[in-house]
């Protein structure tokens, strides 16, 4: 039985008081009740305080992150550590002490996978710590990995591997098996969580007496995600090219009233977007089927329509895909192509072509309807750097998104997400998007230190989310910015607004490079070597370095062109440049968001 209830007693009411009987017993009642409800609070505190007495096992996690999505996996392990006699000391590798790493008995490694099978920016000083020789044993500890990637990428998981890999050869104990993620995490992501939870809280002694200090206080968690979609409304759509452009590029606004959401400049929206209408059409065409046949799909049963607009990836090919008609079809140059260790040839062989591209292309290879959708990825929101500070645009968030548009194999093509937005949605629509914290890349707490930015095509969107945020903040720290696309005449992005920028004195500085203004093509990083001088004097007191932009060519050439500059400006070798570097990377002074 209850014992706050055996305790309870019912008030006596005075006898002269003005009420009736049965207005007397109404009363008592409810004083009864409300002394049982002050007892049942007392008892949960004075049980909250035992329960704070027990001492809890410390458990170490760090996540390597390169937009979020690690770190957002580590604060939900953190959550559910609580019930499994667990505290938590959630640390961003970048912040991650080595020695003292090796002394956790519990650890836990969330980690995504950067470009083609690189450590995320915040966690390659730890990575070359440890994949030292000199590193020290981790004997007594016990641990798991999860990894993020995506399969489309050659790379794919490789950073968690290697930690995984590297932490057992240093003797930590393997208490749950690795879990590698695609671009949908959330669900195997969780089984890990729960799994590894479980294990590691039954692991090492009763009671360390490690100390682990306290984690952040985590913001409050977004009701939005990729299983709940933000609704928001389309509000402005406008080309920031010109007609006679050779590109298209589009500047969108949302609202956010009465959502409750917020951001930061410097994170990313995911937009929710659907297939093409004539690409779903020719797929059903390959197929020779009508998009009103039901297929099972995750235990339900949808129309082909429904998962060729909705559900599945159609545009570009898994590679479970390309592997899988490699073999049906017996092409000897396909099959070299996927079998060889060196990928490139097999991504100049996949350039620009789509799935139906490839289907057509080997038609010996038959695949049935279900064993396609088998083969198949989900569709995943695209994201999309933001281009405004909710600072400076009360309620809303912005958008710059270059369009995909190119012909190939006497087909048109067009990117999933960017013509979605450009030739489906219209003005007052409600369009399905959730966002992505980026805390790394995001304007100095310091507002008096120097950023350069160096953000040519739609790079330049978080670029004017961060001068729209030292305005809204009254900042006075220096900017620099270098901005470059084809042609000035007509893809001069967020002109008037640039320009404006330099003649308050908003942007310190302002290098244009617009590559085919002229016969030689000159781009951002020769404007860095142009003006290296200077560039290190910034790096030297203190300027924080940006890059947003194309991952495969301008951020490389851009890194290339940073080292060179530190190793000539400031009289270093190679590899004194090269630690130089780092130390800005441990510092969060060199930040990437590229894609």
Not at 174 to 189: G, L, T, Y
Not at 271 to 280: A, M, W
């Amino acid at each position: 039985m209850n014992d706050v209830k055996n305790t309870t007693k019912v008030p006596h009411l005075p006898t002269d008081i003005p009420f009736n009987g049965e207005q007397k017993q109404w009363l008592g009642g409810f004083l009864a009740g409300l002394h049982t409800r002050l007892l049942v609070k007392e008892e949960g505190v004075n049980n909250q305080q035992t329960a704070t007495a027990v001492a809890l096992k410390p458990l170490t996690i760090i996540y390597g992150s390169q937009t979020g999505n690690a770190q957002a996996v580590a604060d939900d392990a953190q959550e559910m550590a609580k019930e499994h006699g667990l505290t938590v000391n959630v640390i961003d590798m970048d912040d991650a002490n080595l020695q003292d790493l090796a002394k956790c008995e519990r650890l836990l490694v969330v980690t995504s996978t950067y470009g083609e099978g690189e450590m995320p920016d915040n966690a390659q000083a730890l990575w070359d710590d440890i994949s030292s020789d000199g590193a020290p044993s981790f004997e007594n500890s016990y641990y798991s990995v999860l990894a993020l990637g995506d399969t489309n990428y050659d790379g794919f998981c490789t950073a968690g591997i290697l930690w995984d890999e590297r932490l057992q050869a240093l003797g930590a104990q393997r208490i749950a098996d690795r879990v590698d993620c695609d671009v949908d995490f959330e669900e195997p992501a969780n089984q890990w969580i729960n799994e590894a939870l479980a294990t590691i809280a039954q692991k090492g002694s009763s009671a360390s007496g490690e100390q682990v200090s306290a984690s952040q206080k985590k913001p409050v968690k977004s009701k939005f995600n990729r299983q709940n979609p933000l609704s928001a409304e389309l509000i402005t759509k406008k080309p920031l090219t010109q007609p006679n452009s050779s590109k298209e590029t589009f500047h969108y606004e949302f609202s956010l009233e009465e959502s409750g959401e917020t951001y930061e400049a410097g994170d990313a929206l995911n937009v929710v977007s659907t297939n093409r209408e004539t690409l779903v059409n020719d797929l059903l065409a390959l197929f020779n089927t009508s998009g009103e046949i039901v297929e099972p799909y995750k235990g339900e049963s949808l129309t082909l329509k429904d998962i060729f607009t909705n559900i599945l990836e159609i545009r570009t090919p898994s590679k479970d895909l390309i592997a899988e008609l490699a073999l049906r079809s017996g092409d000897e140059k396909l099959t070299s192509l996927v079998n060889d260790t060196n990928k490139e040839a097999l991504n100049d062989f996949l350039w620009g072509k789509d799935t139906t591209d490839l289907l057509r292309l080997y038609p010996q290879a038959q695949f049935s309807v279900a064993e396609f959708i088998a083969l198949s990825k989900p569709l995943a929101a695209r994201a999309y750097s933001i281009s405004s500070s909710i600072k400076h645009h009360k309620q809303q968030v912005h958008l710059t998104v270059a369009n995909v548009r190119y012909k190939q194999n006497d087909r048109e093509h067009h990117g999933v997400c960017s013509t979605f937005l450009a030739d489906k949605a219209v003005v007052g629509d409600k369009i399905n998007c959730f966002f992505s914290p980026n805390k790394s890349f995001s304007v100095p707490d310091n507002s008096n230190a120097p950023m350069i930015m160096v953000g040519p095509g739609t790079g330049i969107a978080p670029f004017r989310a961060f001068l729209e945020e030292r305005v809204a903040t009254k900042a006075e720290g220096d900017n620099w910015l270098f901005f470059g696309d084809r042609n000035s005449e007509t893809d001069f992005l967020y002109q008037e607004e640039i320009e404006t920028m330099q003649s308050t004195g908003l942007l310190t500085r302002l290098d244009l490079a617009f590559s085919r203004d002229q016969s030689e093509k000159i781009y951002v990083q020769d404007r860095m070597l142009e003006n290296a001088k200077e560039l290190f004097a910034w790096l030297e007191r203190g300027a924080y370095f940006f890059i947003c932009g194309d991952a495969y060519r301008m951020a490389k050439d851009v890194d290339k062109a940073l080292h060179k500059i530190i190793e000539q400006q400031g009289g270093l070798s190679s590899q004194a440049s090269q630690e130089y570097v780092n130390q800005l990377k441990k510092q969060k002074r060199y930040v990437r968001d590229v894609y």
